[in-house]
């Protein structure tokens, strides 16, 4: 197996206004997430979430600790959120196993113990995504379905942002020390997600977009307020949301995302909301 990684450095808003596209795409977008039997992720400098994928095919593969952890485990003083994009698959959390399905997930609270990501049948691989953050304490494993989760219908076909919310790794379902993890499910002819925009200063945010077809994109907005950018996406990336930015997006297609956010605090309403009509 291997496992690939890259650190991710914090930027000012003033100095990103600056950014051309190939610097807006190398520190925010992070393309690859899924490649056969390797570990990919990202170590964001943004409250110190790391931002990966997992897809075994042949190989059981290992979530190792990384260098800038310094520590034994992966979880040593971390908690994480896992979702299965892929086929049928199983991760182990020391003597624990859980098996994952489509768009099922797993929160995995902090402790010493080895972590593994399996595929149930190689011909249809799991696909893991998973966002982990820093973790004061220990909170009990536990998957989440779409049943079990707080969902929030939203917006309209006629404003083309008709969508499902599913708050599935969140306070409201279980106990977590930082991160707060859904999925937002856009019905078909519906493009925008989270419009009208907002950005939360106590919460930084990823955002990974799947369930559009290869020969669509995506459009995703970032930025301040007054001074907004965009990153043209393909479906199974990731994008790294800074605490002062924006997040929204539209696509030349209806589409699925997952969201995760860590910081200050767990209040999923904790959102400053900007006019449409202030955009700039």
Same mark, same amino acid.
């Given at each position: /197996? &291997? =496992? *690939? @990684? $890259? &650190?991710? @450095?914090?930027? %000012? +808003?003033?100095? !990103?206004?600056? @950014?051309d596209t190939k610097r807006i795409r190398r520190d925010f977008l992070i393309e690859k997430i899924f490649s056969p039997d390797e570990v990919n992720m990202v170590y964001s400098m943004y409250d110190r979430m790391v931002v990966g994928g997992a897809m075994p095919v042949k190989? =059981?593969?290992?979530?190792? !600790? &990384?260098d800038p952890l310094k520590a034994p485990y992966f979880l040593t003083r971390r908690e994480m959120g896992i979702y299965n994009v892929g086929g +049928?698959?199983? #991760?182990? !959390?020391?003597? !624990? #196993?859980?098996?994952?399905?489509y768009k099922e997930a797993l929160y995995l609270g902090s402790g010493d113990r080895q972590v593994t990501f399996e595929s149930a049948d190689s011909e249809h691989p799991a696909k893991f995504y998973f966002n982990s953050l820093t973790a004061h304490r220990n909170y009990p494993d536990r998957k989440v379905t779409k049943q079990n989760a707080v969902v929030a219908e939203m917006g309209?076909? $006629?404003?083309? *942002? %008709?969508? *499902?919310i599913n708050k599935m790794l969140v306070n409201q379902v279980l106990p977590t020390c930082q991160l707060q993890m859904g999925m937002t499910e856009l019905a078909p002819g519906s493009v925008w997600n989270t /419009? +009208?925009? %907002?950005v939360h200063s106590r919460r930084m945010e990823a955002y990974f977009y799947f369930e559009i077809p290869?020969?669509?994109a995506i459009c995703h907005f970032m930025g301040e307020v007054d001074e907004t950018r965009h990153i043209w996406m393909k479906g199974e990336q990731a994008v790294l949301s800074p605490e002062w930015s924006i997040h929204s997006a539209a696509a030349t297609h209806n589409y699925t995302f997952i969201w995760g956010m860590g910081g200050e605090n767990l209040d999923y309403g904790d959102q400053d909301f900007a006019l449409i009509e202030d955009l700039k």
């Open positions: /197996m &291997i =496992t *690939n @990684y $890259e &650190i991710r @450095y914090a930027a %000012h +808003p003033e100095d !990103a206004r600056n @950014y190989e =059981t593969l290992l979530l190792e !600790a &990384i +049928p698959g199983r #991760v182990k !959390a020391g003597d !624990a #196993v859980f098996e994952l399905d309209s076909l $006629e404003e083309s *942002n %008709h969508r *499902n /419009m +009208p925009a %907002h290869q020969d669509q």
